[in-house]
């Protein structure tokens, strides 16, 4: 959900505006003189697209889920179960994902410790 505010209404509200942008999918539009001028949203959000846009920019990775999309419209895939068993896996499999996303921010982190000196 979007929501849009001026603002002088960011300006007076921004603390309760930093709490509506901890609900996932929610980010606010602050508008200038009638004109959208910058957007808030939670770090996991930001982090997020900036996670997908590196994707889309890599024309391998974008091929793989693509070719991935395809195989599960014919049916081709497995339950994360069946996974498990192929590989002879246990429970704690080690999370990809949330590990790229705590690089992806702690790279943004020193970034912007380094503009902000």
Not at 31 to 58: A, C, Q, R
Not at 79 to 108: C, M, V, W, Y
């Amino acid at each position: 959900m979007t929501l849009t505010v001026t603002a002088s209404e960011a300006r007076n509200d921004f603390f309760s505006i930093l709490k509506q942008i901890e609900t996932p999918g929610v980010s606010v539009v602050i508008t200038y003189e009638g004109h959208p001028k910058g957007v808030l949203m939670s770090v996991d959000e930001f982090e997020g697209w900036l996670e997908t846009l590196d994707i889309m920019s890599n024309p391998e990775e974008e091929a793989a889920i693509e070719e991935g999309m395809r195989e599960k419209e014919r049916g081709e895939v497995v339950t994360l179960e069946e996974f498990k068993r192929k590989l002879g896996a246990d429970e704690n499999l080690p999370r990809r994902h949330s590990q790229a996303r705590s690089k992806r921010g702690a790279k943004i982190a020193k970034k912007r410790s380094k503009t902000h000196r």
